[in-house]
Structures are given as structure tokens and as C-alpha cells.
T-cell receptor
Framework: RKEVEQDPGPFNVPEGATVAFNCTYS??????FFWYRQDCRKEPKLLMS???SGNEDGRFTAQLNRASQYISLLIRDSKLSDSATYLC??????????FGKGTRLSVIA | GAVVSQHPSRVICKSGTSVKIECRSL??????MFWYRQFPKKSLMLMAT?????????EQGVEKDKFLINHASLTLSTLTVTSAHPEDSSFYIC????????????FGPGTRLTVL
């Protein structure tokens, strides 16, 4: 089993839709979790950290399920500008972040 | 806060030349920086972990004599691609570890290297 797995997509959704991505991780000792956004030919940018209690930032909600070892990202009211690749990242505390391969999202007008 | 710069943003060079890429943390000190490579439409590939004041730790399959890393200060790490060849053409991105307890990483804007 790979350390961090994501559905590569693409997810093609209409504007205004709600879309959710999951990311599973194999190391139960993982301590920190993040979602990054990467636009085409650009660097990844930290979108949000994922806290144990879940967290929300505007239209974005991140959740952690330790029992099933996955994190999720929910995007409500999708905008065209949300089109990007979303990378999850996991850290066990002693190693560099392990990144998933990313999930591509296309929001269509 | 947590801004990372990278220079140059783009470089085109002839085969056989060496190219140096700089990565700077602008508003924080970074004991640890990371170097990644990304081919078009592919995922990030970690090349090495750069530690201030000590030798870099390279990932399996990455030649340390080919990709020289120097982390001489808490705000600067450099990657030198020596004797570059066309297959080294890629998007090179550095990141710096943040100062919180969560070990998040902040990325530089990347350097697009084209070797002719």
C-alpha cells in the first residue's frame, strides 16, 4: 500500500457544485496533515492544515478520520478559480512531508 | 509570513554546463529545506533534504555528485545541477519547513530548467 493515496481524477464539476476529495495514508503514526493546491506550472501552495477536530475556511472544510486513516477536503459552491490539482500531505513528525500524487479538479461554467 | 523565494525562475542552458538555483526563506529561519523535481503532469518527486550546517540527505536514485546541495545559512540553500543534460530539464522546486509544531512546508515559486 502506498504511503499516501489520492484519486487522480479528473473531477469535472459545474460551477456552484459541492465536491469532496479523500486522501488515505498508511502510517498510523502520522501526526500532521495538510491540503495543498497546485496550479498548472506553479508551485504547491498551502491551502489548509487539517486538525483533529476538523476545520473550515470559507468554502473549504477539511476533516481527519484517524480510525480509517484518511483526510478529506470539501469544497462548497465551486468557482472556476478552484480548478487546480489538490495535493494532500502527511507528516509523521520525523520525516519530510509525504505528498499524494494529487487530484485534478476542473470547474466548468 | 513564511515566504520562500527561488532564483532564477527560468534558465535555458547548453548541455554540459552547470546551473545553480538559490532558495531563500525571506521572513523566517529554515533549518531544513527540501528540493523537489516535477516533470510535466507528474507528481512532485523529493530529491533531497537540505540541513543547515550539515550534508544533505539524498533520496534513493538521486546522484549527490550530480545535484550538489549547500545549505550554508539559515535562510539560503542552493542546488547546483552539474554537467546538465537534456534529461535534467524539469521544474525544480524548493521548500522550507515552517517554525510551527506541525512541520508544514512552504514552497518557492520554482525554477524551470531547460537544457538544450
Amino acid at each position: 500500500r502506498k504511503e499516501v493515496e489520492q484519486d487522480p481524477g479528473p473531477f469535472n464539476v459545474p460551477e456552484g457544485a459541492t465536491v469532496a476529495f479523500n486522501c488515505t495514508y498508511s502510517n498510523s503514526a502520522s501526526q500532521s496533515f495538510f491540503w495543498y493546491r497546485q496550479d498548472c506550472r506553479k508551485e504547491p501552495k498551502l491551502l489548509m492544515s487539517v486538525y483533529s477536530s476538523g476545520n473550515e475556511d470559507g468554502r473549504f472544510t477539511a476533516q481527519l478520520n484517524r480510525a480509517s486513516q484518511y483526510i478529506s477536503l470539501l469544497i462548497r459552491d465551486s468557482k472556476l478559480s478552484d480548478s487546480a490539482t489538490y495535493l494532500c500531505a502527511v507528516n509523521t513528525g520525523n520525516t519530510p512531508l509525504v505528498f499524494g500524487k494529487g487530484t485534478r479538479l476542473s470547474v466548468i461554467a | 509570513g513564511a515566504v520562500v523565494s527561488q532564483h532564477p525562475s527560468r534558465v535555458i542552458c547548453k548541455s554540459g554546463t552547470s546551473v545553480k538555483i538559490e532558495c531563500r526563506s525571506l521572513d523566517f529561519q529554515a533549518t531544513t529545506m527540501f528540493w523537489y523535481r516535477q516533470f510535466p503532469k507528474k507528481s512532485l518527486m523529493l530529491m533531497a533534504t537540505s540541513n543547515e550546517g550539515s550534508k544533505a540527505t539524498y533520496e534513493q536514485g538521486v546522484e549527490k555528485d550530480k545535484f550538489l546541495i549547500n545549505h550554508a545559512s539559515l535562510t539560503l540553500s542552493t542546488l547546483t545541477v552539474t554537467s546538465a543534460h537534456p534529461e535534467d530539464s524539469s521544474f525544480y522546486i524548493c521548500s522550507a519547513e515552517g517554525v510551527s509544531d506541525y512541520n508544514e512546508q512552504f514552497f518557492g515559486p520554482g525554477t524551470r530548467l531547460t537544457v538544450l
